[in-house]
């Protein structure tokens, strides 16, 4: 039982992830591979105002939220100038570049061993310390993001977002102002992510550098591609269906060892299978051309 | 309606007082002079046009010409070397393609560049200035006011819809509508839009003959309702139909202009273009 | 000191530049951003390893069938992924993804059958050779000897083969393949072989110095990709000259900045160059994104 409210748990968490993503990837059309980036954000900056700080969590996770807004216009500003190849190694970058500041700078992070002892979520003397109260915790973090997240999109700015990925020329001809938009949509894919992260820190109560590194931003990326971009639900069934799928392993069967390399090795062969059969995932609607 | 004056806008302004005062009045987008290079090879070059309010100016020349390029300049997408681009007295040269566009100046592209997984209702919905909406904060916490804009917006794009006639296909995808159609699409989004300059680029290329009476319908009837239109045509019996008046462009230069029979049976014209 | 690390930062480029040719071979043709380069350098190493201390074969015959199976996988991927993507038009971006999900599917085979350990083919570092204050291995020297030997035989493909001159053609507009009406199935074939070739040389070479991990292949390519940048998309010298700067930079920074950061400096560079210079030093024209 435990198990199932720690999946559920985890659902929440990268349905947030695949959510804010979704408003780059599937609705601007801009593949960013820099996610995991902004996740650790989130989860370092909430790590060091809880712990260093004796900040609350429901205080810690504004300001990190912030913070990675702010970070976030690094991608967004450069990201202006390029399309394509550019843009991804753009991200890319960053990606690599924010893992290493938080691999390296002991100091400041923790290097590799990174921040333990997170206190888990305290309002007014009422403590979030049972799997099933952070499972409330999560559902209710998740819903409001789900809330926000569908208001903004179906909006005239979302239509704004899906005019600039179908053709940024024609946007521009109708007085838009593309970069603008672009930004806006990297701070708030970039906040989002973020919270997230410190939802994740103070669920686990340690953390390290191995949950944010580029490998997660490609799985995070794999669960809209498989799940679905460009609307609503996409992300949250390609979340599930991700999450879900190792536990499927299990039950059949494979072994622990190897458990992890058998799903990624699922994902990847459907990654592949789904550009050439179902470039818009499962229950997605939009198509890469 | 914000606009952004350069200091340097009343001096150009004297400057540019070359042009008797009668077609000032209603001049409403001018180029003086503008001269455009792409690594040696000059696209546009000293060329001076004045287009004037509620006419049709037609565009014509080869392949070539400068006639695009010259369409890019006046929208922003391209910068001129030199030269001035005024629009209602205010210099828009040099600024940025969505700026003009907010000043009013819409343009069809000869590749009609619909947004081919947006609905129709959408895609005309995005011409629209005002949309409050488009800013995140107001659509999450003042909902009120962008749903009110929202609904008038829908009004007025669904007008402009059915003027184009294409009532029926709302809710279509863009890229479902036949070629016409998806051209009568890209009117209706420039009607909505309120532009006041509409620069129409090769309106009935492709264009089926039943469809291309309907565009030119729309087209006469955007002019009586007061709009500035330039159209670049290869089609020379849509030019003599519809234009008040014509430029002949070739590499790159303005050769001549006139009123369309004049131009049309030029014989530098029918050589150049013509082939007779 | 100083030589030393410049030595060192040589030997590296070297290796770096093996692969970026190859990987660059690719990209300027074929605007394809192969990723699955990464996992043909892993695999070649993976391949040897098999050979040598799985099969007990000898290190030529070993070398020989680990990199002729890497190369082969690199045209599997063509002939069987992006050709058909290819006849499809489909955007780069679904076919950049598809590798993606290659380079995923076969990392993690490769985690499965061997673990994540780093394996190491032979112990010791083997004979080395003193050049005044520098000391370079046996194998450092087999990769500048490969280097120089591969790139010149690049050089001549280039200037004196038709495919050369085809290959040319297409990095300075990959779109003219079908004006020039030749057989674009066996020009691709020939370059994804010519691609993996390079990479799994490198591979093997790198595996017989300081042996493999399921994720070198990864590192190498994106440093790789960053040369290719660096030193000028569609330009084949760009990507050797950028693998050089990248090495020899690396290198040289350990004198001062503790070599974990040196993922960050190669990126930090890309940066650099993508604001200020993004046709690279050697790139000609800008490719004009505009749609």
Redesign the interface.
Known sequence: MNYVLHLLIMICIYSILSLSLNLLVGYTGL?SLCHAAFYGIGAYVSALLMTKLGLNFFLALPVSVIISMLLSLLVAY?SL??????F???A??FQ??IF??L??CAGFTGGPYGIPGIPKPHLFGFEFNSLPLFLLLSVILASLVFF?IY??SS???G??L??IR?????????????AG?KI?AFM?SGGIAAIAGGLYAGYITYIDPTSFT?DES?FIL?II?VGGS?NIKGPIVGTVFMIILPEILKFLGIPDT?AP??R??I???????M??IR?QGIAG??K?? | MNISLSKQNNKKEKQLDTTSKDSRKSCILELKDVTKRFDGLIAVENASLVFSKGKITGLIGPNGAGKTTLFNLITGFLKPDTGTICFNNYTIDGLPPWRIAQLGIGKLFQDVRIFHKLTVLENVLLARKEQPGEKPFISLFRRRRAIDVEKMNIDEARNWIKFVELGEREDSLAEDLSYGQQKLLVIARLLAGGFEVLLLDEPTAGVNPRMIKSVLDVIKRMAQAGKTLVVIEHNMSVIAEISDWVYFMDDGKVITFGKPQEILEDPEVRKAYLGV | MILQLLANGLVTGCIYALVALGFGLIYNTTRIFHIAHGIVYTIAAYLLYTFVRGLGLSLVWSLLLAIILATILGIVTEVFIYYPFYRKKTSLSVVMIGSLGIYIFLVNLVAMLYGNETKILSPGAGKTFNFGSVILTKIQLAEILAFLVFFSIMVLLFKKTKLGKIIRALADNPNLVTVLGINIRWVRIYIFALGSFLAAVASCLVAMDVGMDPNVGMEVFLVSAVAVIVGGVGVFEGAVLGSFILAILQNLMVWKIPAKWQSALVFLILVFFLLFKPMGILGKRRRLEEA
């Open positions: 593949l450069p100038r390029f399309k394509g190849d550019y991804i190694l753009t890319l970058s690599i570049i290493s500041v691999h390296n926000v208001r903004i909006s005239p700015f239509r704004v899906k005019a179908e053709d940024e020329l024609a946007t521009l001809a109708l007085g838009k102002k593309v938009f806006q708030i580029l490609i794999a591609l460009g190897i390399n058998v990624q090795m994902y990847g062969a459907l990654l592949v299978l550009m050439f470039q609607e939009y890469f051309e």
